[in-house]
């Protein structure tokens, strides 16, 4: 249909109401899962079994020199969530395409990174490569001299003031510093909100697209939990996309 309307096409400017779409997750029976881990859910919840997969080791990548220094620094900001694995437009899919050192960086992506490493982008206008771009920021991050440093106003000085003594208060319960809240934003068109980590669980609702949803946890099946009005749910992680 997009074809069709898209300009040269037959319905070129024809307007028409959407009633089904293929990239819809429920066009295919998605949001209950992918094949494979409905097939885990079935194994786990319902045969009350253990899915114990078996490594064969009859396989291997090649082409990939998995000793370059560059790589190192890759693997450290991808798991420090400065760089991105490269992913669909919708989020839906992840590493669709490889990280190449090789290829040229560009300023915008310098910006980019910089920013989120927070580390002066100046330091790196001569690099040519996103390897020696990727290895010089990681490198920058773990200088203190290279970060940016936001000024902070300075206090006035300050008055002369008696300490008085306080009344005891209970004060309420909150959450550590350092257990910064996550958010995770609905990629589906519609979502199912489950009381437990299984596609047979009672639905509580169904949130729509772009729906930012506070995240507690993520279950290694691909189930998200989450806040959910004061009390515990849970959606599949693979209809939600985490939130720098």
Do not use: C
């Amino acid at each position: 249909m997009e074809a069709l309307k898209a300009k040269g096409g037959a319905l070129e400017g024809r307007i028409f109401k959407q009633l089904w779409s293929s990239k819809d997750a429920t066009a295919y029976g998605e949001d209950k899962g992918t094949i494979r881990n409905l097939s885990i859910a079935y194994l786990k919840d319902v045969k009350k079994g253990v899915y114990e997969p078996t490594i064969h080791h009859n396989w291997k990548v090649t082409g990939v020199d998995t000793t370059a220094p560059a790589r190192a620094d890759v693997v450290e900001l991808i798991n420090d969530g400065i760089l991105s694995v490269p992913t669909t437009g919708d989020g839906k899919y992840s590493n669709i395409a490889s990280i190449n050192i090789l290829d040229a960086v560009t300023q915008e992506e310098i910006a980019a990174l910089s920013t989120k490493a927070n580390v002066n982008q100046a330091l790196f206008s001569e690099v040519k490569t996103k390897g020696n771009f990727y290895q010089k920021l990681n490198q920058a991050r773990k200088t203190s001299s290279d970060v940016v440093v936001k000024e902070q106003p300075k206090p006035s000085e300050p008055a002369v003031v008696e300490e008085q003594a306080k009344p005891e208060q209970v004060l309420p319960v909150q959450k550590p510093a350092d257990k910064a809240e996550r958010l995770a934003k609905v990629t589906a068109y519609f979502l199912n909100v489950r009381a437990n980590a299984s596609s047979t669980a009672k639905i509580y609702t169904a949130v729509p697209k772009d729906t930012v949803l506070e995240v507690l946890s993520t279950d290694k099946y691909g189930w998200v939990k989450i806040n959910f009005n004061g009390k515990e749910a849970y959606v599949y992680g693979q209809y939600v996309k985490m939130l720098p």
